[in-house]
């Protein structure tokens, strides 16, 4: 289920740290007894979480792509799970475009 692996991301990084101790209740619910488990109620608390725009990247320029790419499901988990090392929720374009920048960067403080 691509719902509950974003959910388990959203709990192990800490990202619903934030929110009232019932979100992660039914997340955790969610990741124990799978999302078609939940109720509709309990399906709606979590459906804001479970999308998240791409919070895309800034060229070495410093033009900003202005990517709002909406993270779902196994995406979203991807972009959870790279984002402390990329720093930002990233899709997987800003992601090829972040590693692009990053060698051109390099070359950049080699010169
Ligand atoms: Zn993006």
Not at 96 to 105: L, T, V
Request: charged share 30%.
């Amino acid at each position: 289920m691509s719902e509950v692996k974003a959910l388990e991301q959203l709990l192990e990084t800490g990202s619903l740290d934030n929110e009232v101790a019932k979100v992660r209740g039914i997340a955790q619910l969610a990741v124990d007894k799978g999302f078609d488990h939940l109720s509709e109620p309990q399906k709606k608390v979590l459906r804001p979480h479970l999308t998240k725009s791409c919070e895309g990247v800034t060229d070495p320029g410093g033009y900003h792509n202005d990517c709002q790419v909406a993270l779902e499901g196994n995406e979203l988990a991807a972009a959870l799970e790279s984002q402390a090392y990329y720093g930002s929720l990233l899709c997987e374009k800003c992601i090829d475009e972040s590693e692009q920048y990053a060698r051109e960067w390099e070359r950049i403080d080699r010169e």
